[in-house]
């Protein structure tokens, strides 16, 4: 009876040590979800952290910025990525969450190869996404329709992309895409097709990418605002985010991430910005 009653203790500790560790690998889950341009960073930057830290367990979703953000807000992630500032999206209080700027992205207009276009003016772009304009020939192009490809509804490229090309005019209806990489296939592959994208997926044989007002899409154009279809990609947490939170976020502003990573896959550091953009989109020169 003794002796099975130290067994039974025993059991006793061993489920209770089971318990204990399996809660502790469960707060140790970092999950990241958000903004479909910031995912390719956010998954290599989670893999590379990951084999540093055998313990860590991150996870990294998209969904659009509009979901990061909501998500954050109701706690059901560690960090909500974003291509918009907070405090632009209804719904969202800014004040009770922690933005950490990782990155910035450009974005750029792909169009199919057949289309016969490489360069569009500002005006063009605009008339082209309001549907004013809807044959490829009407701006120097095949004698073809043009069919707008856009982003979804929470999508913070989108959001970028209308308030610096749109201005707040009314955007033609089309499909709806909320992936990078589905919209850069379906450009590729669908005669007369217009879309846009953020740079780091724009590396691609199969589509043609548009200067706009002959200025070339490139990060060098992005630091000056020269080109200026780009946004910060933020990291958002709670204002008091965990420890292994917080150690992640200081993983990605540090020098492996800022310096390695984000010019290797295309993004560019906030460290090489000459400009800065704030949440209403006005640009001023830094040390101004």
Known sequence: MHKHHFGGIITVCLLLLFFLTGCQNNSSRITVVGSSAM???????????????????IVVQGGGSGTGLSQIQAGAVQIGTSDVFAETQSGINAKKLKDHLIAVVGIV????KDVGVKNLSLTQLQKIFTGEI????????????????????GS???TTFEDIVLKGKKPVA??????????????ASTPGTISYISFPYAND??????????????NQNITTNKWQLWSYEHMYTKLKPSKAT??????????KVQEDLIPKIGYLSIKDMKVERDSNNQVTKIGN
């Open 134 to 153: 809807t044959n490829w020939k009407q701006v120097g192009g095949k004698n073809e329709s043009i069919t707008v490809i856009n982003r979804s509804k």
């Open 174 to 187: 089309a499909q709806e895409q909320d992936s990078n990489g589905t919209v850069k296939k379906i450009v």
């Open 156 to 158: 913070g490229t989108r």
């Open 205 to 218: 044989q199969n589509i043609q990418k548009l200067s706009i007002d002959n200025i070339q899409p490139t």
């Open 109 to 112: 207009p792909i169009v199919n």
């Open 246 to 255: 917080q150690d992640f976020i200081d993983y990605m502003l540090g020098s």
């Open 39 to 57: 995912q390719l960073l956010a998954e290599q930057a989670g893999n590379d952290y990951r084999l540093a830290h055998p313990s860590s367990n």
